[in-house]
T-cell receptor
Framework: AQSVTQLDSHVSVSEGTPVLLRCNYS??????LFWYVQHPNKGLQLLLK??????LVKGINGFEAEFKKSETSFHLTKPSAHMSDAAEYFC?????????????FGKGTMLLVSP | DGGITQSPKYLFRKEGQNVTLSCEQN?????MYWYRQDPGQGLRLIYY???????QKGDIAEGYSVSREKKESFPLTVTSAQKNPTAFYLC???????????FGQGTRLTVV
């Protein structure tokens, strides 16, 4: 079975400074990994995905993530935070569960952006 | 406009009553999922279905039931056996193994 650990429940940054949201995963298979963003009382929107192509993945709104197999990490970064980036972020791994492909979510990281 | 529609957005239920949450997708996806979200706990899988007339229990299926009679629809019933039903429920669908899931806007269920 696969699992995901998001290392910070909350991250606070100032507008214009870099963002780093950390994610470690475990999976018995070559994983597919995703980052989603959720604004309050909304559904989840896909930011980016890794599916065994390039290890540096670029997503929407200036976000990117690097897959590091040796470290089993998939950290999300952005060079410069905007106020609109304030939301909750989920790291997700797709893997096999009793012969079926399912998604396993981390517990989320709340990103707070101050002016 | 393709997507996933969940209804209603807000739902109130009295203790002891069953309630059904609707999820419809027009993306022609085979797989559909139901997740429950509680503060600080991320999303936990309730049920999933890879094809019509087939579904599997997820991590927290007790007190819930589903059906998958049509490819487009995957309703979730929260039964009176569910001890703590107040939560935000999210439905999702995906095309095939290894691809991302697309989410509806969620239903917030409150037991009063």
């Amino acid at each position: 079975a696969q699992s995901v650990t998001q290392l910070d429940s909350h991250v606070s940054v100032s507008e214009g400074t870099p963002v780093l949201l950390r994610c470690n995963y475990s999976s018995s298979y070559s994983p597919s990994l995703f980052w989603y963003v959720q604004h309050p009382n909304k559904g989840l929107q896909l930011l980016l995905k890794y599916t065994s192509a390039a290890t540096l993945v670029k997503g929407i709104n200036g976000f990117e993530a690097e897959f590091k197999k040796s470290e089993t990490s998939f950290h999300l970064t952005k060079p410069s935070a905007h106020m609109s980036d304030a939301a909750e972020y989920f790291c997700v791994v797709r893997g096999m569960n009793s012969g079926y492909s399912t998604l396993t979510f981390g517990k989320g990281t709340m990103l707070l952006v101050s002016p | 406009d393709g997507g996933i529609t969940q209804s209603p957005k807000y739902l109130f239920r009295k203790e002891g009553q069953n309630v059904t949450l609707s999820c419809e997708q027009n993306l022609n996806h085979d797989a559909m999922y139901w997740y429950r979200q509680d503060p600080g706990q991320g999303l936990r899988l309730i049920y999933y279905s890879q094809i019509v007339n087939d579904f599997q229990k997820g991590d927290i299926a007790e007190g819930y039931s589903v059906s998958r009679e049509k490819k487009e629809s995957f309703p979730l019933t929260v039964t009176s056996a569910q001890k703590n039903p107040t939560a935000f429920y999210l439905c999702a669908s995906s095309r095939e193994r290894g691809t991302e899931a697309f989410f509806g806007q969620g239903t917030r269920l409150t037991v009063v």
